[in-house]
């Protein structure tokens, strides 16, 4: 059988930048968790998400002996500068659409380990970070995030890949602890526009800004429109912010060709007046958390971020769009918007 080393190689011959391990065993402290914080949550499962089976994994996947966690480092090169701060860094790697890169590799690894007689099922319904911290890939930040022990400087631009695997291995150490500075004045928790961060390591989802984008019922309300800024689809506030991620952000990465090549379909005008196709074609290949049909989430974010722009070359795409956009959600958004840049 091949053994645990053997399989450490090959994650990293493969490019990830982490691999642990840990046991099958429920995850209780999470579904106490769940439990005790069960309101914030009431949206999950209205869009059938359950994730209380996801506590236990082996409700997932009866065989599962192990759990093999891979880390990736999703911030290897830079992202075009027009991006940053409209669209979270981890959207715009997303590849669970094209299948181009992320996807490849973790196919090549699982027909690595079916090769060598081990089976394994995905665990994306697992809580993934505790996973990775379960199997001694990372500590917690107060900003409820993983952050790396090893991969990407121990910075938190990296996200978990968590496979259930019907063999098992020696568990690695756990390191389920808040990794953050004393020093750090709760950087991120004081920087958090809509206040989605309660305390440390605690967060309501439902001001996040990255719920309000592509999750949020109905047009956003007024309290948290000034707030988003010009975030159009996620945010990356929190860990902007943060001294554990500043080696990371200190490098002068290259600015990745591949994202550069479709960010000009990303223009804030080109979103505020797409129809379903546009969206279908262009835009829902790497963002795709609303289906086409609710395409007026992206329309209105895009609204919302040219009021929040502060500059009047857009008031002629805003009354544009009150003339011819046909949700009111959009609509109220960009009148919102228009008379934000009629009052400079």
Same mark, same amino acid.
Request: glycine content about 6%.
């Given at each position: 059988?091949?053994?645990?080393? !053997?399989? +450490?190689? *090959?994650?990293?011959? +493969?490019?990830?930048?982490?691999?642990?391990?840990?046991?099958?065993? $429920?995850?209780?402290?999470?579904? *106490?968790?769940? !439990?005790?914080?069960?309101?914030?949550?009431?949206?999950? /499962?209205?869009?059938?998400?359950?994730?209380?089976?996801?506590?236990?994994?082996?409700?997932? /996947?009866? !065989? *599962?002996?192990?759990?093999?966690?891979?880390?990736?480092?999703?911030?290897?090169?830079?992202? $075009?500068?027009?991006?940053?701060?409209?669209?979270?860094?981890? /959207?715009?790697?997303?590849?669970?659409?094209?299948?181009?890169?992320?996807?490849?590799?973790?196919k090549q690894f699982r027909a690595f380990l079916s090769a060598n007689g081990i089976q394994s099922k995905s665990g994306d319904k697992l809580p993934q970070r505790l996973a990775a911290a379960r199997a001694g890939l990372g500590t917690f930040g107060k900003n409820c995030l993983l952050y790396a022990n090893k991969a990407a400087r121990q910075s938190s631009w990296v996200f978990p890949v968590v496979l259930l695997v019907d063999k098992e291995f020696p568990p690695d150490e756990p390191t389920v602890t808040v990794g953050c500075p004393t020093w750090c004045r709760n950087a991120c928790i004081a920087a958090c526009p809509t206040g989605a961060l309660r305390g440390p390591n605690k967060i309501d989802p439902r001001k996040c800004i990255s719920y309000l984008s592509y999750f949020g019922e109905g047009v956003t309300p007024i309290e948290y429109r000034e707030a988003m800024g010009m975030r159009v689809y996620g945010c990356d506030r929190c860990q902007e912010v943060c001294p554990r991620n500043e080696p990371w952000m200190n490098q002068d990465l290259p600015v990745s060709q591949k994202i550069s090549a479709w960010a000009k379909d990303f223009d804030l005008p080109a979103l505020l007046h797409m129809d379903e196709q546009y969206y279908i074609e262009k835009v829902q290949p790497h963002m795709f958390y609303m289906p086409p049909g609710? +395409?007026?989430?992206?329309?209105?974010n895009a609204a919302r971020a040219m009021g929040n722009s502060l500059n009047p070359e857009y008031k002629e795409e805003l009354e544009r769009c009150l003339a011819e956009n046909r949700d009111e959600r959009v609509r109220e958004m960009a009148a919102w918007a228009l008379e934000k840049l009629n009052s400079l």
């Open positions: 059988m091949v053994t645990k080393q !053997e399989i +450490i190689d *090959a994650a990293h011959q +493969i490019g990830f930048a982490d691999i642990g391990f840990t046991s099958a065993e $429920p995850f209780d402290s999470h579904k *106490a968790i769940l !439990e005790e914080r069960a309101s914030f949550y009431d949206w999950v /499962y209205e869009r059938g998400m359950d994730l209380l089976k996801g506590t236990d994994p082996k409700a997932v /996947y009866p !065989e *599962a002996r192990s759990i093999i966690v891979l880390l990736e480092n999703y911030h290897r090169e830079g992202f $075009p500068p027009d991006m940053l701060g409209k669209f979270g860094r981890c /959207y715009m790697v997303d590849d669970r659409m094209t299948r181009d890169d992320l996807a490849q590799r973790t609710e +395409i007026w989430r992206f329309q209105m």
